[in-house]
């Protein structure tokens, strides 16, 4: 068995969760100035009140997991990105305060409101901006990073950040459409269809530019036979964007968020590819940046146990807390 490739399945795993579940809890904040009304403002928040910190779970995963079993790559990266990093979670924690205190506040609310949209919408950029440095690759040099601190403020980066603030906003708006109904549903409803066809675009000059990034990217891309597997991957795209067209003019509820984590998939496998077989671009393999094996297996058998813990009860807590949600349900 390659616990090489175990221990990088399970980091995979862990980021794609997180990205899909904070992720449209996250957009929810995003899309918050949208609907400056109050009371529509505790109906989208009380959507995720129940699960939002169970979500978060997810990130601490692949961190731990990152620092397990591949401990060059979680020293290297976390010096190249420390600064977007530390941005994200001084607003992952605003945050988390805002979503707290705004339910029991009463003359300050605003306040809180501004504090849920800025961290919501900060923590999504700057994740945004770290995955676009990390594609853009990492000078590392005698196992060090040996690069500029501020090399991640680049065009493309930036550009990733933003993107990725849409692609959570429409899974926030999605989910939105699943959990409420009436008015502020048919107002979410028109607002799924305009984001979507801004993250076809993202995805469309994200593909143009990711391969201009560095050779060895497009040498995977464009050689076969994974130039031909990739084929069916633009069609796929313009299938669900038609698919999510006729899912809101219908008025299904659940299909939209299906179709977006399906459109979300396929972005991830785009980079997961990418990647492959590399744990930092442009040098350092999978196999050269992990733990000791010994190490690996040892903290395997603690993933073993902790992560069907984890897909339990994050399970049951979205079985639990199924259904609409309206103004009178609370959840503090």
């Given at each position: ?130 995955l676009g440095a990390y594609l853009s690759g990492i000078d590392v040099q005698h196992g060090r990073f040996a690069g500029d601190p501020f090399g991640w403020l680049t065009a493309f980066n930036l ?87 006729r899912a809101i003019l219908a008025g299904h509820e659940r299909s939209p968020f299906v179709i977006a984590l399906l459109l979300v ?68």
């Amino acid at each position: 068995m390659d616990v090489t490739l175990a221990w990088a399945a399970i980091i995979a795993l862990g980021l794609f969760m997180y990205v899909v579940l904070d992720g449209f809890d996250l957009g929810i904040g995003i899309l918050f100035p949208f609907f400056p009304d109050e009371r529509e403002r505790d109906v989208m928040m009380n959507t995720v009140a129940p699960v939002w910190d169970g979500n978060e779970t997810w990130l601490v995963l692949g961190g731990a997991g990152l620092f397990a079993a591949f401990p060059l790559v979680y020293a290297t990266v976390l010096s190249a990105l420390y600064l977007p990093l530390m941005l994200m979670l001084v607003c992952l924690i605003f945050r988390g305060v805002s979503f707290e205190i705004r339910a029991k506040a009463n003359r300050t609310r605003p306040w809180w409101d501004l504090a849920f949209i800025g961290g919501s919408a900060g923590a999504t950029f700057f994740q945004g901006v770290a995955l676009g440095a990390y594609l853009s690759g990492i000078d590392v040099q005698h196992g060090r990073f040996a690069g500029d601190p501020f090399g991640w403020l680049t065009a493309f980066n930036l550009f990733t950040g933003l993107g990725l603030l849409v692609t959570y906003a429409l899974l926030g708006a999605c989910w939105l459409i699943a959990k409420t109904q009436g008015d502020l549903q048919r107002r979410i409803y028109r607002l799924a269809w305009p984001l979507t066809l801004v993250l076809l675009g993202v995805m469309a000059v994200v593909s143009l530019w990711t391969p201009l990034l560095d050779s060895s990217i497009a040498d995977r891309w464009f050689s076969r036979p994974l130039f031909y597997r990739f084929l069916p991957v633009p069609l796929l795209v313009i299938g669900l964007t038609f698919g999510m067209h006729r899912a809101i003019l219908a008025g299904h509820e659940r299909s939209p968020f299906v179709i977006a984590l399906l459109l979300v998939f396929l972005g991830y496998t785009g980079l997961l590819i990418s990647l492959w077989p590399y744990a930092i671009l442009p040098g350092v393999t999978l196999w050269e940046a992990a733990a000791p094996r010994p190490s690996q297996v040892f903290t395997l058998w603690g993933a073993a146990i902790i992560l069907p813990i984890i897909l339990v009860y994050t399970t049951l807590g979205y079985w639990v807390f199924r259904g609409k949600v309206t103004h009178d349900a609370h959840y503090h």
